[in-house]
T-cell receptor, first 116, second 113 residues
Framework: GAGVSQTPSNKVTEKGKYVELRCDPISGHTALYWYRQSLGQGPEFLIYFQGTGAADDSGLPNDRFFAVRPEGSVSTLKIQRTERGDSAVYLC??????????????FGPGTRLTVL | GENVEQHPSTLSVQEGDSAVIKCTYSDSASNYFPWYKQELGKRPQLIIDIRSNVGEKKDQRIAVTLNKTAKHFSLHITETQPEDSAVYFCAASNPGGGNKLTFGTGTQLKVEL
């Protein structure tokens, strides 16, 4: 079946602009995670959703970052007033649930964000 | 919060040799430890995982061992092949944290002919 998809694959924007990154999880997966991966580093957790609600947003770096998942499927990560330090690959992952045995996270291909 | 350390950062082996990557974690509540392989420009892909109720798991040429007392776990790849060349990440999570993954910094594995 279809895996996790993310759009766009690449996004170039100017400092100060607003961007939206989209994630389509695997159908039926209730848990959705956003991570950020800087060059040469492992992914770092940003936020996760269980259904429609943000269950843990402790990884969001500041209030310029916000994410939604209004219908419990597609999620959008929103970044306001982008800064050059926001440049990274933004990865989305989903899992069937957070229950043991169903919690394997499958990653999307990521969106490479470049802030000029 | 959880902290995961991974070593080595780079590893070069001859084709057919074994490769071992080691990770340590700090949070004793962590109970799930996946390993992901990431090729350049690609998404991380799960290759094997282990839960805290077992000490070892094997899948063909890949095995993972876990020592809960010492809080460390290792990835073992035997009979390495050129297509094993990639960056490997270990991670840890606990159910109390919604299974959010804390990743190590990665190991660049190069399998030379």
């Amino acid at each position: 079946g279809a895996g996790v998809s993310q759009t766009p694959s690449n996004k170039v924007t100017e400092k100060g602009k607003y961007v939206e990154l989209r994630c389509d999880p695997i159908s039926g997966h209730t848990a959705l995670y956003w991570y950020r991966q800087s060059l040469g580093q492992g992914p770092e957790f940003l936020i996760y959703f269980q259904g429609t609600g943000a269950a843990d947003d402790s990884g969001l770096p500041n209030d310029r970052f916000f994410a939604v998942r209004p219908e419990g499927s597609v999620s959008t990560l929103k970044i306001q007033r982008t800064e050059r330090g926001d440049s990274a690959v933004y990865l989305c992952a989903s899992s069937l649930s957070i229950d043991r045995g169903s919690d394997t996270q499958y990653f999307g291909p990521g969106t490479r964000l470049t802030v000029l | 919060g959880e902290n995961v350390e991974q070593h080595p950062s780079t590893l070069s082996v001859q084709e057919g040799d074994s490769a071992v990557i080691k990770c340590t974690y700090s949070d004793s509540a962590s109970n799930y430890f996946p390993w992901y392989k990431q090729e350049l420009g690609k998404r991380p892909q799960l290759i094997i995982d282990i839960r805290s109720n077992v000490g070892e798991k094997k899948d063909q040429r890949i095995a993972v061992t876990l020592n809960k007392t010492a809080k460390h776990f290792s990835l073992h790849i035997t009979e390495t092949q050129p297509e094993d060349s990639a960056v490997y990440f270990c991670a840890a999570s606990n159910p109390g944290g919604g299974n959010k993954l804390t990743f190590g910094t990665g190991t660049q594995l190069k399998v030379e002919l």
